[in-house]
Nanobody, 114 residues
Framework: QVQLVESGGGLVQTGGSLRLSCAASRRTFVSYAIGWFRQGPGKDREFVASFTRFAESVRGRFSMSSDPTKNTVYLQMNSLKPEDTGVYYC?????????????WGQGTQVTVSS
């Protein structure tokens, strides 16, 4: 069973940092590429990051890591901007700009205040 559970969202000021976590089932962790999408207010869902590439809007500010012992993937977000506000989804499957990954978590809200 594919399972993705995000946590770590919240309210942060401009310039602050947050680390999102995505806890996956073991099967998901070893079988699929895992990454992140987001959806801002009034916007379409957009690609954010995979282990091989980052959206231009977050490059140099966001990074990904993982802990195989916990089947968990992390998204470290630094120098946050108001335009980073949105619901962040952990996804699994084909992860790239313009793709629609097969599997989605429930999402976690990130709000960056100006």
């Amino acid at each position: 069973q594919v399972q993705l559970v995000e946590s770590g969202g919240g309210l942060v000021q401009t310039g602050g940092s947050l680390r999102l976590s995505c806890a996956a089932s073991r099967r998901t962790f070893v079988s699929y590429a895992i990454g992140w999408f987001r959806q801002g207010p009034g916007k379409d869902r957009e690609f954010v990051a995979s282990f091989t590439r980052f959206a231009e809007s977050v490059r140099g500010r966001f990074s990904m890591s993982s802990d195989p012992t916990k089947n968990t993937v992390y998204l470290q977000m630094n120098s946050l901007k108001p335009e980073d506000t949105g619901v962040y989804y952990c996804v699994a499957g084909i992860i790239a700009p313009g793709s629609t990954p097969e599997y989605w978590g429930q999402g976690t809200q990130v709000t960056v205040s100006s």
